[in-house]
């Protein structure tokens, strides 16, 4: 149980009786305030009563609504988590496309070079054959000259001028120390010739094998490109169906608005007509209460003297929706001061070591979003200046029940932030530093379940 004002209590699950008994007592003082001036108070015919099925109706309609908001809800944030897995993957697929385009580019300057290389032992094979073309021909010259003058040695102007046999000898040994140089010099050309051969036959494979690992670089750029083309086509589709989705939420909440008001209208009917209902009782009291005063008066004769009445005691000033909705919305335009707001008004707001004082709330008087809340409902409760504690003062409903004057509070991973409801969609706050006290649509993204009720 929870205390209230002048002593009553109230249930934190249902409406609070304590609250109608004040109203009750109150219409009771009234009349009997304006009985005593003389005359009585007629009460007024009675205003429309929604019947039950009415309101039945009218709350399954907007508990109807408040589902499928959260179904769309539960859509959207299904469809983010798909969009930002989209994004991560578009990111991946245009750093593999990066990666095929480098590799590409490796491969076209490695083939290249590949193609240099065999161009130019080609060209030092074909010079080495060449080489040992004409070495041969010069050597089989001669060995062709030497045989056509009956030699074996060499040719027979080796042995002109010859002075004696000794001489004759020497020029033998060198002509035939010339002819093994050209035979040496010759299989060292024929060996030369193979190594070039081979740096060509090596040559050439890198040129093939870099041809290949340049067709292959490329036909994987090309796949990158697409991938990187399929990735941004899906990111796309996404973020389109992201807006349809956000689109079709922004309408169903507009019909949940209008159900609420429907419901807010209803149930406000149904509170003046119980309203009414306690004026005509209490009406019904006070005119029994003064024919037994009177007949009381009439058997103690005319010199006796009754005793006077005393009034009941009312309900606290502001102790009602409209008295909290009046004072939140009397401060609209007041500026956001963080620790700002009592019971009294704004305040000073205090150091918070960071963002607050960097836009200097220390030096404002104004109201923080709990402190707004302390002030709005003064009247009925004292509120501690934390909306944590604020989401456990009164009892709670669920958002698809929520009503004018109702608490609202967001921070699904630890409360943040509190704004009062005011039916159609809209509620009143103080947001931030910079900001001011503003009515504003409600927001849904990360709202609290349910709502805080303090007032019936």
Same mark, same amino acid.
């Given at each position: 149980?929870?205390?209230?004002?002048? &002593?009553?209590?109230?249930?934190?699950?249902?409406?609070?009786?304590?609250?109608?008994?004040?109203?009750?007592?109150?219409?009771?003082?009234?009349?009997?305030?304006?009985?005593?001036?003389?005359?009585?108070?007629?009460?007024?015919?009675?205003?429309?009563?929604?019947?039950?099925?009415?309101?039945?109706?009218?709350?399954?309609?907007?508990?109807?609504?408040?589902?499928?908001?959260?179904?769309?809800?539960?859509?959207?944030?299904?469809?983010?988590?798909?969009?930002?897995?989209?994004?991560?993957?578009?990111?991946?697929?245009?750093?593999?496309?990066?990666?095929?385009?480098?590799?590409?580019?490796?491969?076209?300057?490695?083939?290249?070079?590949?193609?240099?290389?065999?161009?130019?032992?080609?060209?030092?094979?074909?010079?080495?054959?060449?080489?040992?073309?004409?070495?041969?021909?010069?050597?089989? $010259?001669?060995?062709?000259?030497?045989?056509?003058?009956?030699?074996?040695?060499?040719?027979?102007?080796?042995?002109?001028? $010859?002075?004696?046999?000794?001489?004759?000898?020497?020029?033998?040994?060198?002509?035939?120390?010339?002819?093994?140089?050209?035979?040496?010099?010759?299989?060292?050309?024929?060996?030369?010739?193979?190594?070039?051969?081979?740096?060509?036959?090596?040559?050439?494979?890198?040129?093939?094998?870099?041809?290949?690992?340049?067709?292959?670089?490329?036909?994987?750029? %090309?796949?990158?490109?697409?991938?990187?083309?399929?990735?941004?086509?899906?990111?796309?589709?996404?973020?389109?169906?992201?807006?349809?989705?956000?689109?079709?939420?922004?309408?169903?909440?507009?019909?949940?608005?209008?159900?609420? $008001?429907?419901?807010?209208?209803?149930?406000?009917?149904?509170?003046?007509?119980?309203?009414?209902?306690?004026?005509?009782?209490?009406?019904?009291?006070?005119?029994?209460?003064?024919?037994?005063?009177?007949?009381?008066?009439?058997?103690?004769?005319?010199?006796?003297?009754?005793?006077?009445?005393?009034?009941?005691?009312?309900?606290?000033?502001?102790?009602?929706?409209?008295?909290? %909705?009046?004072?939140?919305?009397?401060?609209?335009?007041?500026?956001?001061?963080?620790?700002?707001?009592?019971?009294? &008004?704004?305040?000073?707001?205090?150091?918070?070591?960071?963002?607050?004082?960097?836009?200097?709330?220390?030096?404002?008087?104004?109201?923080?979003?709990?402190?707004?809340?302390?002030?709005?409902?003064?009247?009925?409760?004292?509120?501690?200046?934390?909306?944590?504690?604020?989401?456990?003062?009164?009892?709670?409903?669920?958002?698809?029940?929520?009503?004018?004057?109702?608490?609202?509070?967001?921070?699904?991973?630890?409360?943040?932030?509190?704004?009062?409801?005011?039916?159609?969609?809209?509620?009143?706050?103080?947001?931030?530093?910079?900001?001011?006290?503003?009515?504003?649509?409600?927001?849904?993204?990360?709202?609290?379940?349910?709502?805080?009720?303090?007032?019936?």
């Amino acid at each position: 149980m929870k205390a209230v004002p002048n &002593g009553l209590t109230r249930s934190r699950g249902g409406r609070g009786t304590g609250v109608r008994r004040g109203a009750v007592v109150g219409a009771l003082a009234l009349v009997t305030l304006i009985g005593t001036a003389g005359g009585g108070l007629a009460v007024p015919p009675p205003p429309p009563n929604p019947s039950d099925s009415e309101l039945d109706s009218s709350r399954g309609d907007r508990n109807a609504r408040a589902g499928e908001v959260g179904q769309l809800t539960n859509q959207l944030a299904e469809a983010e988590s798909r969009l930002s897995s989209l994004q991560a993957d578009v990111e991946l697929k245009m750093e593999q496309a990066n990666k095929a385009r480098v590799d590409m580019q490796m491969a076209r300057e490695t083939a290249d070079q590949a193609e240099r290389d065999a161009v130019a032992a080609r060209t030092e094979a074909d010079a080495a054959s060449g080489a040992i073309e004409q070495a041969r021909t010069d050597l089989d $010259s001669f060995v062709a000259g030497s045989y056509r003058q009956g030699s074996t040695i060499g040719s027979i102007g080796a042995y002109l001028g $010859s002075d004696s046999p000794d001489d004759l000898l020497a020029r033998a040994q060198l002509l035939e120390a010339v002819s093994g140089s050209q035979l040496d010099a010759l299989e060292g050309m024929h060996q030369a010739q193979v190594e070039k051969s081979n740096k060509d036959a090596a040559a050439r494979q890198a040129l093939e094998e870099a041809r290949q690992r340049r067709t292959e670089a490329e036909q994987a750029r %090309v796949a990158a490109d697409e991938a990187q083309a399929a990735a941004v086509e899906a990111q796309q589709g996404q973020a389109a169906r992201n807006s349809e989705i956000e689109s079709e939420k922004s309408r169903v909440e507009q019909l949940l608005y209008a159900a609420q $008001s429907e419901v807010d209208g209803l149930e406000g009917q149904r509170a003046r007509y119980n309203d009414w209902v306690a004026q005509k009782q209490a009406e019904e009291e006070e005119r029994a209460r003064e024919a037994a005063l009177a007949a009381s008066s009439n058997s103690s004769g005319s010199s006796g003297s009754s005793a006077p009445v005393a009034s009941p005691p009312s309900a606290p000033a502001g102790a009602s929706v409209e008295a909290a %909705v009046a004072r939140a919305m009397s401060q609209l335009g007041v500026q956001y001061a963080w620790g700002g707001g009592n019971t009294a &008004g704004p305040t000073y707001g205090i150091r918070d070591g960071g963002v607050a004082d960097s836009y200097g709330d220390y030096n404002k008087i104004g109201f923080d979003c709990s402190g707004l809340m302390i002030y709005a409902f003064a009247g009925v409760t004292s509120l501690p200046h934390y909306s944590g504690y604020q989401y456990e003062a009164g009892y709670q409903v669920p958002l698809s029940q929520m009503r004018r004057g109702d608490m609202l509070f967001w921070g699904t991973s630890g409360i943040h932030h509190v704004a009062m409801y005011l039916g159609g969609g809209q509620m009143i706050e103080a947001p931030y530093s910079g900001g001011y006290v503003r009515v504003v649509p409600v927001r849904y993204g990360d709202i609290m379940p349910y709502a805080t009720r303090l007032i019936g």
